[in-house]
């Protein structure tokens, strides 16, 4: 079993070097994209024979699909490095693993064949995902004078569209962002995103298509079936915009259960990274160590 972590990152280089260092085994690999309008200076401590920084370095804006880009890179990095990878997890560099890496690398030798992503039918309202998400322009940060021009036709519902005109037979789907892919799920997104260009083109003018763009063409697929839910904790009671950060009441929650696991409308799962943390509060970074030496040693 070998696993690629890819990870687009522009702060926390310390919470990423603990992270690599708490996930290095033989078959792990980082590859790295720094956000090109950061200093890569910081991170530079992480150089490894294992940790590879992408030389392509776009600059990556929130909710835009630049991102997108971006994970694309890490992807097809990852994809032709030999030898090759079984899986493909997707970080932005604010999680810390909840066990072991030998845990972890066993959990994914015994789930060979799933494929973790988090992935709906749109519209699903009680998932928030109603089809305005996909059917609304929003212009990138590149094309200021159009962006505001719509963004004002968008306050009296002038800037819809019909996805259904531009994705041909495509479905509309959607999840959460970060996901753990197989091999044959990596090489069959981006072999449909080099010969569809036009899906790109679409999402280009969507708000968090990173939320989106990859679902859609996974969940138009064959590897659909094999899907179960992210593995990915992140607690959004109240929340809108980002994901609480990691505390004392997350702390107390993931050392109460052996396996820390949920069950909602997307099924149940047993979560193995944490989100979202930062290097301003690395003390719950040594606690979450504690934590992971506990539960190895009652093993």
Known sequence: MRIAYLV????????????VQRLSCDGAAFFIHIDAKASIEPFKALEAAN???SPTRIPVYWGEFSGIRAIEVLMHEALVHSPGFDYFVLLSGSEYPLRSKEYIHQFFVENRGSEFITNVRMPNERAGKP???I?????????????????????YGMARRDHRKYLGELKAYSGNTWWALSREACE???????ANPRVAKF?????APEEMYFHTIFGNSKFQAQARRNLVYEDWDG????????GREHLNLFRSRDKVTVEDMHGPGELLFARKLSDERLEVVDELDELIR???HAV
């Open 8 to 19: 687009f990152a522009y702060k926390n280089p310390r919470l990423l070097g603990r992270a």
């Open 51 to 53: 940790v590879f920084f």
């Open 131 to 133: 089809l305005s998400r």
């Open 135 to 155: 059917d609304t322009r929003r212009i990138q940060s590149a094309r200021p004078v159009l962006r505001l021009a719509v963004r004002a036709l968008a306050k």
């Open 188 to 194: 069959y997104i981006s072999g449909f995103a080099r």
């Open 203 to 207: 999402f280009e003018d969507t708000f």
């Open 239 to 246: 929340q809108k915009a980002h994901p609480k950060t990691i």
């Open 294 to 296: 506990a539960k190895e």
